[in-house]
């Protein structure tokens, strides 16, 4: 590597690419392993293969000869694997993860001193074994221990009969795995960012914060211009039409904002993928540790969300997958007793609602002991036995938030000290999200956290409950209906309105909100966009539709319930903005058999 | 802010009593607007208000010093202050005036009858009257202030 052909600062640059190029190539490499090891495609193998090859390359390019080195022996060992000389075992995948976890410890090596400096010879020694002693492949496709996808087992096929929220696992079992197409679908587009240029800049996200603070404060501004402007009109000077010059500049600066706010909260988001890329492995990798078996479903990868979140949720996330399968799903004896598939099923799903994101992890492994539950918040004097007593599921499935009260009957080198979900709670509400929790004893348990996308400016019809401004996200709502076009029913113990021969369960916002409105002065249902099926609120009255700068409520009211955020009218009253999916996911009950 | 032996205080008055804070933390004072309650909020909390654009949280501190809560007047404040990075508002009955105190007049907080004395920080006496300091910190960072959600 001659300095005179490339100086100084060019090189570091290089370097730079280099550890970008190399950290993505090393994580879809891990991802790839880790789909691999249930369904050994050519494709996988290839991408693989493919990504530690170049690795090899540029590697060596730069001089860095211990990245390059296990590089190569990876390559050799995935050489074999693609001319089908050796099968993919979980033994070698393992082996492999190891080199991978190396791989990215070396680049981090480069990364922070320039040098590699880490001994591999051991590494290198059981990659070697790998390749000399391994057994031939059979044909891919490869035999009975890989379930072919598309086919439920039959236990499941029982449980699906009863649905429940649970039940949903069991039917989406029918489909294709979603993380299964998310691999080779990931791998396609692997191939073009190889050899193509990407069109991207970095931008440092605080440049980005300082835009999104100006979009904001800009539509403030747009807001009072457009009510001076009502009320000029309302004084009725219409002179030499100075008043509609006004009218028309207003307008077109509404126009631009409108714009400019959705390129910049555009330019803020990535997928959510980033952060559920890490997961197969992760659930891999404790599936081992515990000694339990469980498949893994991703869905809605796509999902963007903004990127200062990404970083926040990966470990609120990584424990609460960790909880999933070493405290959620039994092991598979204690399943096969249970009249479960030996193998669990995790369920992570994205999608956005409104001006929220949702993230849902469910497992159908043995739920919440609401017994044991109470036992130990009593144990613990949280509170007392008559108190617990009354309790509903969800306000008691809340005490697992607090600190120190895992129901773990053993601490497990996983999990179990019990400080894990109160973490997860502290630091999901540090970005103004939530976290909800819904649990069946014996079925399962879903995780739900909502996350605000962070600039928020969004359409929002404002109501009013109790007499107070409410804001809600314009997106999710479908209608809005006086609750005379329908039929108000109660069905065991809760509202409903019929519809048009639908039934939609109705949320009593005032109770919710503990207004105490009475039944008379509810004159309005919004009719919302709910997780499974719409869902009716009760408000007082309909206000209009606005556009709204969403503001934090600061650091005191950060974990109150049902509220995300605030909003200043043109006027100066505030607007509270309702946690739609948090309302919904905690106090809906789901669709009963009919 | 304590300049030597000096500290400069802003005092104000609830009911009967005076207290009165350092001035450091006090940002600004206001006239009443409209408090937005909050459903389900953390005890003392008494809602949020609109300040110049920024949400702002108020503090029933009527209420976490024991006195029984009463409608505002003409009089009434909100005082807004900055403790630990937090920005947070009280509603007061009238504030009174800056002064400024010699520490040699302020004496350690004794049990006061009616107020909550972990929020004291000293008492300070000036002419025939008596100025209950508030430590600030206590009130509002501290578990028995507002702090405390709960399982709320």
Partial sequence: MSDELIDGDELQEIIQEFIVECTDLIDSAIRDLVGAERDPSPQVINSLFRAVHT????????????????????????GRARKAEIALEPAIITTLLKAMDVMKLLVDDISS????????????????????????????????????????????????????EYGELARSGGDEPAGQNGQNGQESHEAKSLSGKEQTVRV????????????????LGKNR???????????????????????????YIEMLTNDLQVAVMKARLVPISKL?????????????ACGKEADLQIEGGETELDKSLIETLQDPLTHVIRNAVDHGIEGPVERREKGKDPRGRVLLKAYSQGNQVVIDIVDDGRGIDADALRARVVEKGLALPAEVERMAAEELSNFIFLPGLSTAREVTSVSGRGVGMDVVKTNIERINGHVYVNSEKGRGTRLTITLPLTLAIMKALLVRVGGDLYAVPLSVVMEVVKPSQGLIKRVRGSEVLVLREEIIPLLPLSKILSCGLTREEESSVIICKGPDRPIGLRVESVVGQEEVVIKSLGEFLKGVKWVSGATIRGDGEIALILDLAGIMANSYRPRAAA | MAEGNIRELVAFRIDAEEFAVDIGSVQEINRVTEVRKIPNAPPHVQGVINLRGKITPVVDLRGMLGFEARATDAQSRIIVVEVGGVVVGFLVDAVSEVVRLPKASIDAPPSVAGVDSAF???????????????????????????RVAGLG
């Fill in chain 1, 55 to 78: 690795i090899k390359g540029t590697s060596a390019f730069l001089g860095f000869t211990q990245l390059s080195t296990l590089a190569h022996r990876a390559e050799d060992v995935l």
């Fill in chain 1, 113 to 164: 001193s320039g040098k590699e400096a880490r001994d591999i010879t051991r590494l290198l020694s059981e990659l070697d074994a790998v390749t000399t002693n391994s057994l031939p492949a059979t044909p891919w496709p490869t035999s009975a221990s890989c379930e072919p996808a598309g086919e439920m087992p039959n236990d499941l096929k029982h449980q699906a009969a009863e649905p429940t």
């Fill in chain 1, 204 to 219: 440092d996200v605080r440049k980005l914060d300082e835009l999104m603070n100006l979009a904001g404060e800009l539509v």
């Fill in chain 1, 225 to 251: 211009l457009a009510l001076l402007n009502v009320l000029l009109k309302e004084r009725g000077d219409t002179r030499d039409g100075l008043l509609d010059t006004l009218a028309e500049v207003t307008n």
């Fill in chain 1, 276 to 288: 559920f890329n890490k997961v197969p492995r992760l659930v891999r990798d404790v599936c081992a």
């Fill in chain 2, 120 to 146: 004291v920080d000293g008492v300070g006496k000036m002419d025939k009257r008596l100025l209950i300091l508030l430590d600030l910190q206590k009130m509002f960072l501290s578990p028995e202030g507002p």
